[in-house]
């Protein structure tokens, strides 16, 4: 039950705060930001049944992908 | 009059105009008082192919295209990847009380265009009027026959391990324009329906390859594993599939994503799997690009001996980048979009 | 393809996309072969991990991971799919709301096969029901105001992922002064419904993959009670190949550690005390009550159900519809012991043989994310 996507917000509707419109791999939609009233447009959300529930942390996502890649090269031998 | 009413379909004076209008102009017929009630087809020897369908769309008027435009290459495909050469065309409108007589225009011409560019006659035709909220605005029939230079269809019976499976192009692509359009569901996006007639690229292909040709068949609803699982199933041998060399563009997997669907089983229009000798499979792939050099057209798979005997016999496999392997059925149901 | 940075600015600007998704880094194959191979070297033999979203119980079987290691720890799907734990007598209710000509009911799709006494609502729309599928909940606002002379009513379905954008689009009625909406609420509580299967006992786990997007909600934090009070290990889980395979390596190692740990493994998503405003949401429209899911039976304060001040919007009220009775699941059915990770669905005598996706007998093929539904779709020789 957790199905969503990190879309990014292209434009913050200007009527409504809390309404942006997201690209998913050129896919766009309108989609509510209220509960990520932190994010700005060029910013990645986690939209699920159109609400963005969570803010994609570039530095976490960089930290991850460095973790994964670190502990999966073969040791140098000292 | 703005609108279909059920006067227009009593035979009568409104019939009368809806054919003088909308109909006959847009199928090149000239006089409407020279009309039979039957077409006579001419063919010097050798066989016919019949095919029927009927389309039931909705929206009615998509990205890329409408049900006329699709009545008329989905027939004229069924025919193609048959091998038969399509002739003739006939077309049944049942339309809703209330459907606009500008959608009906406008559908109905674009059906003449379709078949005016691939060459193709619509000899006979029939319209019927139902009741508002008893037709969902517009249901069309259209039935194809097809001359079979070679007297006989693409029945697959010389496929065999080491095939290639081809396809002419990107898959989803018309799932994903109508889902665009669904009040509810709707999103913005470039993808557009893939619907066009095949029958010049099959042609070829049957004509340059001749026996190397071994099958076609066109993937419509159901998607592509679907098709490729009745081919596997048809022919007694299995598929394997490589994940990689799938043309998924990279908007149907992002509303794929976005909805909880899976690109292999949304529909498709305008494409064609055909399986090929391994050696003549560069040979086919070049006949696609020259009819349709903007598609990604590619080897997608290849036919295996069967892993199960029997009735069993004819699996789809899908292998993936990273070494796993999982196994096709034909579609289950009509996939819905979800959030779980 | 790197993430965009943040405008220093404070006006709304548009910006360019790429057409590649930000999850395609983390689907790397070499990654995911060495992270496969290491589960598999370094895991004890007999381990079995639970996962609790049917996300990860869909994407664990479409990406074959149970066939990639295979010598490697058990995975089983616990109680993860809102849909499947649907009591059928909610169904009926959904059913007598939808035969009433006044009203159109909007629904996410997932809900449209789940079967009741008297069929579906997939059977109710082809017998003339007004039926509506909708991706957001939103959406079925729009159709509420766009119809004002019938009653717009949403099916409100799922876990804590899901509340927030519901109560988002109730909200939303409210300042619209809309009087023809309402909602059925069916929202449930995973992190009450792990509580309690570890509670009642009778399972053998040695960890969970907690779903990632009910945390990005709740926070980690929520389920630090299953290292304290249970002393299991379980990790906080994203939805990539290589998200969900280093979660059963994290857990492969806390085993090995004999550590005890609640640990967040989708750092990028989830915060450690999750959504605020999503939170405040649910405190300010809803309250928690027992609920019963179907095939684990009633579970203490695990469902949410609008609060009286709110009952003009509750469909229950507004419908008059009754509570559902008990539920009963057909003889042979597994799904209980397969929702508690004891039996799989290749155990269950129905399985494929009775219980089809088409027709599912029990709750856990009802869902194509019901641990049953992605066996039948992944997992079993066609």
Sequence with gaps: MCLAVPAQIIKIDEHNRNRALVDYRGIKRWAGIYLVPEASPGDYVIIHAGEAISLLEEKEAKKTLELWEEYHEPKKEE | ?340 | MSLKKKSNTSTSTSVSTTASSPWEKYENPEIAQKLIHYIKEKTAPGMKFMEVCGTHTTNISRYGLRRLLNEGPELVSGPGCPVCVTDPGDVENFLTLARQKNVVLTTFGDLLKIPGESGSLSTARACGADIRVVYSPSDAVQIAAENPGRETVFLGAGFETTTPAVLLALKEAIRLGLNNFSLYLLHKITTRAVHHLLETGGTSLNGFLLPGHVSAVTGRHAWDYISELFGLPAVVTGFALNDILWGIRCLSDLNSRNEAAVINGYQRVVKETGNTRAQELIKMYLEKKTSAWRGMGEIPASGLFLKEEYAFYDARHRFSLPPPGKISEPEGCLCGEILKGNRRPFDCKLFAKTCFPEEPAGPCMVSSEGACAAYYYYEKEA
């Design chain 2, 1 to 340: 009059m703005e609108y279909i009413t059920l006067a227009h379909g009593d035979g009568g004076t409104l019939t009368r105009r809806l054919l003088e209008e909308i109909f006959l102009p847009a199928f090149g017929t000239a006089n409407p008082d020279k009309l039979t009630d039957a077409s006579p087809i001419t063919v010097s020897s050798g066989k016919l192919a019949l095919t029927t369908d009927s389309f039931v769309i909705h929206p009615l008027f998509f990205p890329g295209g409408n049900i006329g435009r699709l009545a008329v290459s989905g027939t004229i495909n069924d025919l193609a990847v048959s091998g038969a050469d399509p002739l003739y065309l006939t077309a049944g409108f049942i339309m809703e009380e209330g459907l606009p007589l500008a959608e009906l225009q406008s559908i109905v011409s674009s059906m003449g265009r379709e078949a005016a560019e691939a060459g193709i006659n619509i000899i006979a035709g029939d319209t019927k009027v139902v009741e508002k909220n008893k037709g969902d605005g517009l249901y069309i029939n259209t039935t194809g026959a097809g001359f079979l230079p070679h007297n006989c269809l693409l029945t697959g019976e010389n496929v065999k391990p080491g095939d290639a499976v081809l396809i002419n192009g990107a898959i989803g692509c018309h799932g994903v324009a109508v889902l665009s359009r669904r009040e509810g569901i709707g999103f913005e996006t470039s993808v557009e329906s893939d619907c066009a007639c095949l029958h010049r690229l099959t042609g070829e292909l049957r004509d340059k390859l001749k026996n190397r040709l071994k099958f076609m068949r066109d993937p419509t609803r159901g998607g592509l594993a679907t098709t490729l699982k009745e081919t596997a199933r048809l022919t007694g041998y299995d598929i394997v599939l490589e994940e990689n060399n799938l043309p998924v563009p990279s908007e149907v997997k992002g509303a794929c994503e976005l909805l909880g669907l899976d690109p292999l089983y949304l529909a498709n229009e305008g494409k064609v799997t055909a399986v090929v000798e391994q050696s003549s499979a560069a040979e086919a792939l070049e006949i696609i690009h020259r009819h349709q050099p903007e598609n990604p057209a590619r080897i997608i798979g290849q036919i295996t001996r069967a892993v199960s005997p029997g009735n069993k016999a004819g699996k789809v496999f899908l292998q993936t980048s990273y070494g796993g392997t999982r196994e096709l059925d034909f579609l289950a149901e009509n996939p819905q979009p979800r959030i779980c």
